[in-house]
């Protein structure tokens, strides 16, 4: 599974959009790139995945460039609830059996601001 | 509304003593997962299992060994507890739609050894 790299921390004020990078230069061409949050004292809740289209539900945006060797996590509207650590991930896409298995990084912690 | 529940939030043990984290999940899930986290180490996945009785190491299994005999139920066993296993334990179930990713994750255990 292709390696990830994020910034450690970063701050949005609240109402604006938080744009949360990710490289993963080693991406490989059947991997997805997939998005987890933790809140303070929570397990980790998942947001979004994609492979090389931008992809939208209704808790963010997935924006992956076009060589898929970066990717951006979008929150339109941050509110202090957001406050969390982001996890991007890759890895090949899910199959049966011993497969399903995610590697977590130590993400970026998204300080929402007032 | 899915649920993953795990036994204990809080737990407190003494060294060497035999220790078990169960973790129930109510989706009909295949597969589940057992990860530790650290502060500066993120998530760490110790075993997971995707079919009942099946079980494959994760990254750092040693120390821990895991039962599934029910397919809502995995356990996580701690044979003989050390000051080094301390930590945040999360288990996790996985997948609702094979087409999508997403991991539903316990409220986690903080397992103290002293």
């Known amino acids: 599974d292709a390696k990830t790299t994020q910034p450690p921390s970063m701050d949005c004020a609240e109402g604006r959009a938080a744009n949360l990078p990710c490289n993963h230069s080693t991406i490989s061409g059947n991997e997805y790139v997939y998005w987890y949050r933790q809140i303070h004292s929570q397990g980790p809740q998942y947001i979004i995945h994609?492979?090389?289209n931008n992809e939208t539900n209704e808790m963010a945006s997935l924006i992956i460039t076009e060589d898929r060797k970066s990717s951006t996590l979008i929150l339109p509207h941050a509110t202090l609830r957001d406050t969390a650590v982001y996890y991007c991930i890759v890895r090949g896409k899910l199959y049966g059996g011993a497969t399903n298995k995610l590697i977590f990084g130590t993400g970026t912690l998204l300080a929402v601001q007032p | 509304d899915v649920k993953v529940t795990q036994s204990s939030r809080y737990l407190v043990k003494r060294t060497g003593e035999k220790v078990f984290l169960e973790c129930v999940q109510d989706m009909d899930h295949e597969n589940m997962f057992w990860y530790r986290q650290d502060p500066g180490l993120g998530l760490r996945l110790i075993y997971f299992?995707?079919?009942?009785?099946?079980?494959e190491k994760g990254d750092i299994p040693e120390g821990y060994s895991v039962s599934r005999e029910k397919k809502e139920r995995f356990s996580l066993i701690l044979e003989s507890a050390s000051t080094n296993q301390t930590s945040m334990y999360l288990c996790a179930s996985c997948c609702r739609d094979r087409r999508i990713p997403e991991q539903y994750f316990g409220p986690g255990t903080r397992l103290t050894v002293t």
């Open positions: 994609g492979l090389k």
């Open positions: 299992s995707y079919d009942v009785k099946m079980k």
